[in-house]
C-alpha cells in the first residue's frame, strides 16, 4: 500500500493535521477517495507513531465500519492486521470496540463475518470483552460457513491474548471430540487455539484432548495440529516434559503416515531447545533405535536434526551414552547420503566436545574419530558438483562450521583440518571456494603461524588466480571478496596477491566491491591499504555526498597509517603527530560536507564518523603536548613555574578527552559492542595518561590494572610501569620520569587502532520521536509563545520509539525527560545589575508502554524585565540494563511573557 492522498513524508504536519485531513477524506461521498485515506493509515502510523494519532484513527474508522459498505469493511480489517503493533496505543479501548461490535448484530453474515475478524485482529483490545467473546461462542453455531469461518478466526487471535477463553474453547472442543456436535474443519481450526491455555487444569484437559487425538485414527491434519498443540504446551509447562516428549516417542514408533512423524520430529526439536535437561536416557535411547530401524532418509535426518540440538546443548554428553548409540552414530558418518553423514558428524562432534569441557578432560579416541569424521567430510565435499552443492549447501555448512569448532577446542589438530580444507582447492567450485574461503577465515585465528605457512599460503596463488579468472561468472565477485578476506587475515599482507584481486575488480568496475575490501582492511588495521582505496574510489564517483564520505574516510586512514613509523627511534614524533592531525581535521570537513538524506548514507554514522575523528585528533594534540612538555624539562630547570602550569594544562585536556569519549560512548546507543569497545579503549588510554603523569610527576600511587577498562596494550603498559617503580622503590629523578612518560605517550600513540564498525555498519536503528504542545501559531523563523503573567506554562510532550534491523543490541525500556529554561533579554532590554537569571529544571523519568510515553509539565516562568525564556527538552533513552543513553532529540521553543499584564488586570478591576 503506498502513500499517495496523505503525504506522511512532510515532517512539518502534526498529528492534528493528519486527523483533520482523514476525518475529510472518509467523509467523502467517492468510495475511492475512502479508501485511499484507508491505503494511507498504515504509512501514517509508521512515520508519525503516536498515541493520540493511532487513537482517533481508529475511532474515525469505527464510524466508517458502522455505515460503510462491505468492501470498506474489508479494506479496514485489511489496515487493523497490518497496524497490528500500533494497537497498545490506542487509548480509548473500550469506544473503538462498542463501535466496531455495533455490526455483530446486524442481519447481513458477511458484515458479521467482517466484524468477528476486525474484533480478532483488534485482540488486544478485545479478547477481555466478555460481550465479544459471548459472540464468537454464539457464531461459532452459526448455519453461514462465512460467518463460522470468521468465527473461528476471531476464537484463535482471542485465545492467543486470553488465557481463559482459550480453556473455554478446550472445553468446547473436547465435548465436540467425543460427540459429533463439532464438524471436523471446525475442529481442525479451533485445535491452534489449545496451545495458549494457561491454567493448570485447562492445560492438563488440553494435553489428554491431544493425546486422545493422537490415539484415534484421527485425520493427518488433525494429528498434526494436536502435535503442535502438545508441543507448545509441553514448553510452556515444562515440568511435564518427560511425560510429553514420552507421547510424541510413543507416537513417531507407532504412526506410519510420515507427515505426522516429521510434525513429531520438529516438535521434537523444539522440546529439546526449550529444555534439553529434562529429557531422560530413555528418550536418547527410543531415538537411537528409531534411527537404526528407519528405512526413510527423510525421517532419519529429521531425527539426527533433533539429536544435534540435543548433542550441542547441557546434556550433550549423555546421548552417546551406550556402545549402541556409539555405533550406530558411526556407521550413519559412512552413510552414502551426504546429508545424513553430515548430520551424524555434527551430533558426534557436539558430544565429543561437551565432554571436553570437563577440566581433567583429555582427547578421546572418539574425538579423535570425530575429526577424522571431518576431514574426510571435508574431502567429499571437494568431490561434489555444482548441483549437488547447490542441495547440499547447508550440509556442507554444518561440516565446516563443525571444523571451526573442533579446531579451536583443539588448536592442535587446527593444522590438520586447514590442510584438509586446502588439499581439495584445485577441483573446487566457485560456491565450493566461497564456502571453503569463509571457513578458512574462522579457522585461521585458531592456527599457528607455521601452519598457516605451512598449509594455507602455498594454495594462495591458486585461489586468487581462481577468483581473478572467475570474477564476472555467477558468484565470482563474492568469491573474490572472500578470498581478499582471507588474505587480509593473514600476517605478514600478500599485497601482491590483494593487488591482483583489486584490478580485477576495477577492470570490472565492481566499485561496491572495492569498497568492502577497503572497508575490511580498515576494520583489520591495514590502514594504507585501505586510504589507497577510498582515495581510488572518491574519484570513480560523481555523487557529492559519496565523495565527501569516502574522502573523508580516506584521510582518516591515512591519519592512522602515518601514526605506526612512531615507534622507530629515529622517527620525528611531533611531525608525525602534526601530520596524523593535519589529516584528521581533513577528515572532519570531509564528513561536515557530507550532508545526507534518507536515500544515501545513514547520517547517524557521519555524526558519529565526525566526532570520532575530531576526538581522536584531540587526543593526539594531548600527547603533542605533554610530549612537548617533556622535552622542554631538558633545556629548563625542572622546578619552573612554566612547566608546572603546563603540566596542569595537558592532565586537564587528556581528562577533557577523556570524558568526550566516554559522552560519545552514551550517545552511540545503535552502536555494535565492538564499536563501544574501541570507545572504552580511547577513555583508558586516556585515562592511563593522567595516572601515568600523576604517578611519575606527582608521586600518586598508580591504580591497579583494570583489564576490563581497556585493551592488552593499555594493561601490558600498567602493568610495565608498576613493575618498573617497583623495581626503583619509586626513587626516578625527575629528568627520568619524563622520559618515562616521554615513551608511554609514544607507545600510546604508535599502537594500532582499529576503527569503530560502527562509521561502515548500522545494524540497529532506533528512532525517537516526540510531539509538543502548545506549539507556535505563526509562520516565521522566531516563533515563540505567548504567554500570560498571571497564568503558568503547562507543556504536554508525547513520545514514541521506533527500533528495528538486522541485530538489536539493547532495547528502549525507560525515557528520561529533562526540561530546562533559561531567561533570555530582549534585545532592547538590559538585566539590572546584581538580577541573577533564574533558571527552571524539571526531569521525569517514564517506563515505556507500547513504545510509547507521553508527559507533562508546568513551568513557573517568573516574569520579570526579561520577557524571553529559551525552554529546552532534552531526551535520553534508558536501556534493560539500566544504563541511560543521550540517544534523543532535542527540541527548543521560546515563550514570550508580558511583565505588565499584572497592573494591566489591576487597574481594569479598579
Given at each position: 500500500?503506498?502513500?499517495?492522498?496523505?503525504?506522511?513524508?512532510?515532517?512539518?504536519?502534526?498529528?492534528?493535521?493528519f486527523?483533520?485531513?482523514?476525518?475529510?477524506?472518509?467523509?467523502?461521498?467517492?468510495?475511492?477517495?475512502?479508501?485511499e485515506?484507508l491505503v494511507d493509515l498504515?504509512?501514517?502510523?509508521?512515520?508519525?507513531?503516536f498515541?493520540?494519532?493511532?487513537?482517533?484513527?481508529?475511532?474515525k474508522?469505527?464510524?466508517?465500519?458502522?455505515?460503510?459498505?462491505?468492501?470498506l469493511?474489508?479494506c479496514?480489517?485489511?489496515?487493523?492486521?497490518?497496524?497490528?503493533?500500533?494497537?497498545?496505543?490506542?487509548?480509548?479501548?473500550?469506544?473503538?470496540v462498542?463501535?466496531?461490535?455495533?455490526?455483530?448484530?446486524?442481519n447481513?453474515?458477511?458484515?458479521?463475518?467482517?466484524?468477528?475478524?476486525?474484533?480478532?485482529?483488534?485482540?488486544?483490545?478485545?479478547?477481555?470483552?466478555?460481550?465479544?467473546?459471548q459472540s464468537v461462542?454464539?457464531?461459532?453455531?452459526?448455519?453461514?460457513?462465512?460467518?463460522?469461518?470468521?468465527?473461528v478466526?476471531?476464537a484463535?487471535?482471542?485465545?492467543?491474548?486470553?488465557?481463559q477463553?482459550?480453556?473455554?474453547?478446550?472445553?468446547?472442543?473436547?465435548?465436540?471430540?467425543?460427540g459429533?456436535?463439532?464438524?471436523?474443519?471446525m475442529?481442525?481450526?479451533?485445535?491452534?487455539?489449545?496451545q495458549?491455555?494457561?491454567?493448570?487444569?485447562?492445560?492438563?484437559?488440553?494435553a489428554a484432548?491431544?493425546?486422545?487425538?493422537?490415539?484415534s485414527?484421527?485425520?493427518?491434519?488433525?494429528?498434526?495440529?494436536?502435535?503442535?498443540?502438545?508441543?507448545?504446551?509441553?514448553?510452556?509447562?515444562?515440568?511435564?516434559?518427560?511425560?510429553?516428549v514420552?507421547?510424541?516417542?510413543?507416537v513417531?514408533?507407532h504412526?506410519?503416515?510420515?507427515h505426522?512423524?516429521?510434525?513429531?520430529?520438529?516438535a521434537?526439536d523444539?522440546m529439546?531447545?526449550?529444555?534439553a535437561?529434562?529429557?531422560?536416557?530413555?528418550?536418547?535411547?527410543?531415538?537411537?533405535?528409531?534411527?537404526?530401524?528407519s528405512?526413510?532418509?527423510?525421517?532419519?535426518?529429521?531425527?539426527?536434526v533433533?539429536?544435534?540440538?540435543?548433542?550441542?546443548?547441557?546434556?550433550?554428553?549423555r546421548i552417546?551414552?551406550s556402545e549402541?548409540?556409539?555405533?550406530?552414530?558411526?556407521?550413519?558418518?559412512f552413510?552414502v547420503?551426504?546429508?545424513?553423514?553430515s548430520?551424524?558428524?555434527?551430533?558426534a562432534?557436539?558430544?565429543?566436545?561437551?565432554?571436553?569441557?570437563?577440566?581433567?578432560?583429555?582427547?578421546?579416541?572418539?574425538?579423535?574419530?570425530?575429526?577424522?569424521n571431518?576431514?574426510?567430510l571435508?574431502?567429499?565435499?571437494?568431490?561434489l558438483?555444482?548441483?549437488d552443492?547447490?542441495?547440499?549447501?547447508?550440509?556442507?555448512?554444518?561440516?565446516?562450521?563443525?571444523?571451526?569448532?573442533l579446531?579451536?577446542?583443539?588448536?592442535?589438530?587446527?593444522?590438520?583440518?586447514?590442510?584438509?580444507?586446502?588439499?581439495g582447492?584445485?577441483?573446487?567450485?566457485?560456491?565450493?571456494?566461497?564456502l571453503?574461503?569463509q571457513?578458512?577465515?574462522?579457522?585461521?585465528?585458531?592456527?599457528?603461524?607455521?601452519?598457516?605457512?605451512?598449509?594455507?599460503?602455498?594454495?594462495?596463488?591458486?585461489l586468487?588466480?581462481?577468483?581473478?579468472?572467475?570474477?564476472?561468472?555467477?558468484?565470482?565477485?563474492?568469491?573474490?571478496?572472500?578470498?581478499?578476506d582471507?588474505?587480509?587475515?593473514?600476517?605478514?599482507?600478500?599485497?601482491?596477491?590483494?593487488?591482483?584481486?583489486l584490478?580485477?575488480?576495477?577492470?570490472?568496475?565492481r566499485?561496491?566491491?572495492l569498497?568492502?575490501?577497503?572497508?575490511?582492511?580498515?576494520?583489520?588495521?591495514?590502514?594504507?591499504?585501505?586510504?589507497?582505496?577510498?582515495?581510488?574510489?572518491?574519484?570513480?564517483?560523481?555523487?557529492?555526498?559519496?565523495?565527501r564520505?569516502?574522502?573523508?574516510?580516506?584521510?582518516?586512514?591515512?591519519?592512522?597509517?602515518?601514526?605506526?613509523?612512531?615507534?622507530?627511534a629515529s622517527?620525528?614524533?611531533?611531525?608525525?603527530?602534526?601530520?596524523?592531525?593535519a589529516?584528521?581535521?581533513?577528515?572532519?570537513?570531509h564528513?561536515?560536507?557530507?550532508?545526507?538524506?534518507?536515500?544515501?548514507?545513514?547520517?547517524?554514522?557521519?555524526?558519529?564518523?565526525?566526532?570520532?575523528?575530531?576526538?581522536r585528533?584531540?587526543?593526539?594534540?594531548?600527547?603533542r603536548?605533554?610530549?612537548s612538555?617533556?622535552?622542554?624539562?631538558?633545556?629548563?630547570?625542572?622546578?619552573?613555574?612554566g612547566?608546572?602550569?603546563?603540566?596542569a594544562?595537558?592532565?586537564?585536556?587528556?581528562?577533557?578527552?577523556s570524558?568526550?569519549?566516554?559522552?560519545?560512548?552514551?550517545?552511540?546507543?545503535?552502536?555494535?559492542?565492538?564499536?563501544?569497545?574501541?570507545?572504552?579503549?580511547?577513555?583508558a588510554?586516556?585515562?592511563?595518561?593522567?595516572?601515568?603523569?600523576?604517578?611519575?610527576?606527582q608521586?600518586?600511587?598508580?591504580?591497579?590494572?583494570?583489564?576490563?577498562?581497556?585493551?592488552?596494550?593499555?594493561?601490558?603498559?600498567?602493568?610495565?610501569?608498576?613493575?618498573?617503580?617497583?623495581?626503583?622503590?619509586?626513587?626516578?629523578?625527575?629528568?627520568?620520569?619524563?622520559?618515562?612518560?616521554?615513551?608511554?605517550?609514544?607507545?600510546?600513540?604508535?599502537?594500532?587502532?582499529?576503527?569503530?564498525?560502527?562509521?561502515?555498519?548500522?545494524?540497529?536503528?532506533?528512532?525517537?520521536q516526540?510531539?509538543?504542545w502548545?506549539?507556535?501559531?505563526?509562520?516565521?523563523g522566531?516563533d515563540?509563545i505567548?504567554?500570560?503573567?498571571?497564568?503558568?506554562?503547562?507543556?504536554?510532550?508525547?513520545?514514541?520509539?521506533?527500533?528495528?534491523?538486522?541485530?538489536?543490541?539493547?532495547?528502549?525500556?525507560?525515557?528520561?525527560?529533562?526540561?530546562?529554561?533559561?531567561?533570555e533579554?530582549?534585545?532592547?532590554?538590559?538585566?539590572?545589575v546584581g538580577?541573577?537569571?533564574?533558571?527552571?529544571?524539571?526531569?521525569?523519568?517514564?517506563?515505556?508502554?507500547?513504545?510509547?510515553?507521553?508527559?507533562?509539565?508546568?513551568?513557573?516562568?517568573?516574569?520579570?524585565?526579561?520577557?524571553?525564556?529559551?525552554?529546552v527538552?532534552?531526551?535520553?533513552v534508558?536501556?534493560?540494563?539500566?544504563?541511560?543513553?543521550t540517544?534523543?532529540?532535542?527540541?527548543?521553543?521560546?515563550?514570550?511573557?508580558d511583565?505588565l499584564?499584572?497592573?494591566?488586570?489591576?487597574?481594569?478591576?479598579?
Amino acid at each position: 500500500m503506498n502513500s499517495r492522498g496523505i503525504d506522511s513524508s512532510k515532517s512539518e504536519k502534526s498529528s492534528e493535521d493528519f486527523v483533520v485531513e482523514l476525518d475529510i477524506k472518509l467523509r467523502s461521498s467517492e468510495l475511492g477517495v475512502q479508501c485511499e485515506a484507508l491505503v494511507d493509515l498504515p504509512t501514517i502510523f509508521d512515520s508519525h507513531p503516536f498515541p493520540t494519532l493511532v487513537n482517533a484513527a481508529f475511532l474515525k474508522m469505527g464510524e466508517v465500519f458502522i455505515s460503510g459498505s462491505n468492501f470498506l469493511r474489508l479494506c479496514i480489517f485489511k489496515v487493523t492486521q497490518q497496524c497490528s503493533e500500533h494497537l497498545r496505543k490506542v487509548q480509548s479501548a473500550n469506544e473503538v470496540v462498542r463501535r466496531f461490535s455495533v455490526t455483530l448484530h446486524s442481519n447481513d453474515p458477511v458484515a458479521r463475518a467482517l466484524a468477528l475478524r476486525v474484533l480478532g485482529a483488534l485482540a488486544i483490545l478485545t479478547a477481555e470483552k466478555i460481550s465479544v467473546q459471548q459472540s464468537v461462542h454464539q457464531s461459532l453455531g452459526a448455519h453461514d460457513k462465512v460467518e463460522v469461518d470468521a468465527a473461528v478466526f476471531a476464537a484463535r487471535c482471542l485465545s492467543a491474548c486470553n488465557a481463559q477463553f482459550a480453556g473455554s474453547i478446550v472445553g468446547k472442543l473436547s465435548a465436540g471430540v467425543n460427540g459429533v456436535s463439532i464438524p471436523p474443519d471446525m475442529q481442525l481450526g479451533l485445535l491452534p487455539t489449545l496451545q495458549h491455555v494457561r491454567t493448570q487444569d485447562s492445560a492438563e484437559e488440553a494435553a489428554a484432548l491431544c493425546v486422545q487425538l493422537l490415539s484415534s485414527h484421527s485425520s493427518k491434519e488433525q494429528a498434526i495440529s494436536a502435535v503442535q498443540a502438545l508441543s507448545q504446551l509441553a514448553c510452556t509447562y515444562i515440568i511435564h516434559m518427560k511425560e510429553h516428549v514420552s507421547i510424541l516417542l510413543s507416537v513417531l514408533q507407532h504412526d506410519a503416515r510420515q507427515h505426522v512423524c516429521l510434525s513429531v520430529l520438529e516438535a521434537l526439536d523444539r522440546m529439546a531447545c526449550k529444555a534439553a535437561h529434562l529429557w531422560h536416557d530413555e528418550h536418547f535411547s527410543s531415538l537411537w533405535e528409531f534411527l537404526g530401524r528407519s528405512q526413510s532418509t527423510c525421517l532419519s535426518c529429521g531425527v539426527l536434526v533433533v539429536m544435534n540440538s540435543l548433542a550441542w546443548s547441557i546434556v550433550g554428553e549423555r546421548i552417546m551414552h551406550s556402545e549402541e548409540a556409539n555405533a550406530t552414530c558411526e556407521a550413519l558418518c559412512f552413510s552414502v547420503d551426504f546429508t545424513v553423514s553430515s548430520l551424524a558428524c555434527a551430533v558426534a562432534v557436539g558430544s565429543n566436545l561437551a565432554g571436553l569441557q570437563r577440566p581433567e578432560a583429555t582427547a578421546s579416541d572418539q574425538l579423535l574419530a570425530s575429526i577424522r569424521n571431518v576431514q574426510s567430510l571435508l574431502t567429499m565435499i571437494c568431490t561434489l558438483s555444482e548441483e549437488d552443492m547447490e542441495r547440499h549447501h547447508r550440509s556442507a555448512q554444518l561440516v565446516l562450521s563443525c571444523a571451526i569448532k573442533l579446531g579451536k577446542a583443539c588448536p592442535s589438530h587446527s593444522g590438520d583440518l586447514l590442510r584438509s580444507m586446502v588439499e581439495g582447492v584445485a577441483m573446487l567450485q566457485p560456491s565450493q571456494v566461497l564456502l571453503f574461503c569463509q571457513g578458512m577465515q574462522r579457522l585461521v585465528g585458531a592456527c599457528s603461524a607455521s601452519a598457516i605457512d605451512q598449509e594455507l599460503r602455498p594454495v594462495i596463488p591458486l585461489l586468487v588466480q581462481f577468483a581473478v579468472d572467475n570474477i564476472s561468472v555467477g558468484d565470482g565477485e563474492r568469491v573474490a571478496l572472500a578470498v581478499a578476506d582471507l588474505l587480509l587475515c593473514c600476517t605478514p599482507l600478500d599485497l601482491v596477491s590483494v593487488e591482483s584481486i583489486l584490478s580485477a575488480l576495477e577492470f570490472e568496475q565492481r566499485q561496491w566491491a572495492l569498497y568492502c575490501v577497503a572497508r575490511s582492511a580498515a576494520q583489520r588495521g591495514v590502514f594504507q591499504l585501505a586510504a589507497r582505496l577510498f582515495s581510488r574510489l572518491a574519484g570513480l564517483l560523481s555523487n557529492e555526498q559519496f565523495v565527501r564520505w569516502l574522502s573523508g574516510l580516506a584521510a582518516l586512514c591515512t591519519a592512522e597509517c602515518s601514526l605506526e613509523p612512531a615507534a622507530e627511534a629515529s622517527a620525528d614524533v611531533f611531525s608525525i603527530l602534526s601530520a596524523s592531525n593535519a589529516f584528521l581535521f581533513k577528515a572532519v570537513s570531509h564528513f561536515s560536507i557530507s550532508k545526507t538524506d534518507k536515500e544515501s548514507i545513514d547520517n547517524e554514522r557521519v555524526l558519529f564518523a565526525k566526532q570520532y575523528c575530531y576526538l581522536r585528533s584531540e587526543m593526539l594534540s594531548c600527547a603533542r603536548r605533554l610530549l612537548s612538555t617533556c622535552c622542554a624539562v631538558k633545556g629548563a630547570p625542572v622546578h619552573n613555574s612554566g612547566i608546572h602550569s603546563e603540566m596542569a594544562k595537558c592532565l586537564a585536556s587528556i581528562q577533557d578527552a577523556s570524558r568526550a569519549f566516554s559522552d560519545l560512548y552514551r550517545s552511540a546507543f545503535n552502536a555494535d559492542p565492538k564499536t563501544l569497545l574501541c570507545l572504552r579503549q580511547l577513555a583508558a588510554s586516556c585515562d592511563f595518561l593522567v595516572d601515568c603523569c600523576n604517578s611519575l610527576y606527582q608521586g600518586a600511587e598508580l591504580r591497579p590494572v583494570q583489564s576490563s577498562a581497556g585493551d592488552d596494550h593499555v594493561a601490558m603498559l600498567r602493568s610495565a610501569l608498576s613493575q618498573k617503580l617497583a623495581s626503583t622503590n619509586g626513587q626516578l629523578s625527575e629528568e627520568d620520569c619524563f622520559a618515562c612518560m616521554s615513551d608511554v605517550v609514544v607507545k600510546l600513540v604508535s599502537s594500532t587502532t582499529r576503527l569503530p564498525p560502527f562509521i561502515f555498519n548500522n545494524h540497529q536503528g532506533t528512532r525517537v520521536q516526540v510531539a509538543l504542545w502548545p506549539t507556535p501559531t505563526t509562520g516565521t523563523g522566531d516563533d515563540h509563545i505567548p504567554l500570560d503573567a498571571r497564568t503558568q506554562l503547562v507543556m504536554r510532550l508525547e513520545g514514541a520509539v521506533q527500533q528495528e534491523g538486522s541485530v538489536l543490541y539493547r532495547r528502549v525500556e525507560m525515557v528520561h525527560i529533562r526540561v530546562t529554561s533559561t531567561h533570555e533579554p530582549e534585545p532592547d532590554a538590559a538585566r539590572p545589575v546584581g538580577t541573577p537569571a533564574r533558571n527552571v529544571a524539571l526531569v521525569k523519568s517514564i517506563k515505556l508502554e507500547s513504545d510509547s510515553f507521553a508527559a507533562e509539565f508546568v513551568l513557573n516562568l517568573v516574569p520579570d524585565v526579561q520577557a524571553l525564556h529559551q525552554v529546552v527538552i532534552e531526551v535520553s533513552v534508558g536501556d534493560t540494563d539500566g544504563i541511560v543513553w543521550t540517544t534523543g532529540p532535542r527540541r527548543s521553543m521560546k515563550v514570550k511573557i508580558d511583565p505588565l499584564a499584572p497592573a494591566v488586570a489591576r487597574r481594569e478591576a479598579m
